[in-house]
């Protein structure tokens, strides 16, 4: 989908998530229970493109599939079908040093009976990035950059407030000098005013480190802030792809208007928020066809019966709709 040459590209990948039946469930079968295994479809023939230098954001709402898309990209889950490959190569399901993972809880994601220093300062050792007696000003360095004091670094995760513990995961990140960074959902945890300086520094962050960002959220404003490109997502599929203008402009696909039309404006003031109708189907059976269907307000037969395949609707512009031709 993008002109550049790709540095991290998805090709139909899916990933389905088994859990196999235990000693007493298959016993409960044999007994005549109603006990099966049971299979979530989290990601479903995935396509796209990420190119060196862009920032994509991947939005949609929880259970979509986002995060099992950012864990595949960096080598922590593998595919049941498809491929990724970093730089034309198949990563094949292996993590790369290239490409690290900022998690959602900066609490939960940094090891409570670790210090700072041995946080930040363990990958880069492990990966060779530096040597033991240039370790700790390494370690200072990577605090500096992400706007901690060098003091610090003798502390404990519980003894930082939310907004610092996601600079110190940030730091970890990029203190193996990755080229790609996946962000799942890094601010949501924070108070607004903290989203603010934690996103100001990941924008500074690429410009002086020429990184590479996928930017996954829930949060549309976030996104158009940050990113050049968004990727929509519904039940792990992707059903449109677009620059960030032209997609809050003009959205194509069903979904990704419903999702823009509960974004917060001032123009909007006194608007009763209405959600999007329906449930969310349950990734354990999703639903036959385009998997929006049963929430669509233009769904028609062909909806149910057949899954529209994203195509390019428009130079840059893609998306899976039926109502597009």
Do not use: W
Not at 45 to 64: M, Y
Not at 161 to 174: E, F, K, N, T, Y
Not at 234 to 249: F, N
Not at 316 to 325: E, V, Y
Request: with cysteine; net charge positive; aromatic share 6%.
């Amino acid at each position: 989908m993008s002109a550049a040459p790709a540095l991290l590209e998805f090709r139909d990948v899916s990933k389905r998530f088994s859990k196999r039946l235990d000693a007493i469930e298959r016993l409960a079968r044999r007994l005549g229970a109603q006990v099966q295994e049971t299979t979530v479809h989290a990601v479903d023939r995935v396509s796209f493109a990420i190119a060196e230098g862009e920032v994509v954001g991947l939005v949609g709402e929880s259970g979509c599939g986002k995060s099992t898309l950012g864990r595949l990209g960096c080598g922590l889950h593998e595919p049941t079908e498809g491929e990724m490959r970093y730089r034309g190569t198949p990563l094949g399901g292996k993590p790369l040093r290239a490409v690290q993972m900022i998690f959602q809880d900066p609490f939960s994601s940094l090891n409570p009976r670790m210090r700072v220093e041995d946080i930040v300062g363990e990958a880069p050792l492990v990966h060779g990035v530096v040597g033991k007696a240039e370790l700790k000003g390494y370690v200072d360095e990577m605090l500096a950059k992400v706007g901690l004091d060098a003091s610090y670094r003798r502390r404990y995760p519980h003894q930082f407030s939310g907004g610092q513990r996601a600079r110190i995961g940030i730091a970890r990140a990029i203190a193996v000098k990755p080229e790609f960074l996946v962000c799942d959902e890094a601010v949501a945890a924070l108070d607004v005013s903290i989203q603010a300086q934690v996103l100001n520094l990941f924008m500074d962050l690429r410009e002086r480190l020429g990184l590479t960002y996928l930017f996954i959220s829930h949060d549309l404003g976030v996104v158009r802030h940050l990113s050049a490109r968004v990727v929509v997502m519904y039940l792990g599929r992707v059903v449109e792809s677009a620059p960030t203008d032209e997609l809050y402009a003009r959205p194509n696909h069903p979904y990704t208007q419903a999702l823009l039309a509960e974004v917060p404006r001032l123009d909007r003031k006194g608007r009763r928020f209405a959600p999007i109708k329906g449930e969310i189907p349950s990734p354990l059976a999703p639903p036959s066809g385009c998997h929006f269907h049963p929430r669509c307000p233009h769904a028609m037969r062909r909806c149910a019966e057949e899954s529209p395949v994203l195509r390019e609707i428009a130079p840059g512009r893609h998306a899976a709709c039926h109502l597009n031709g």
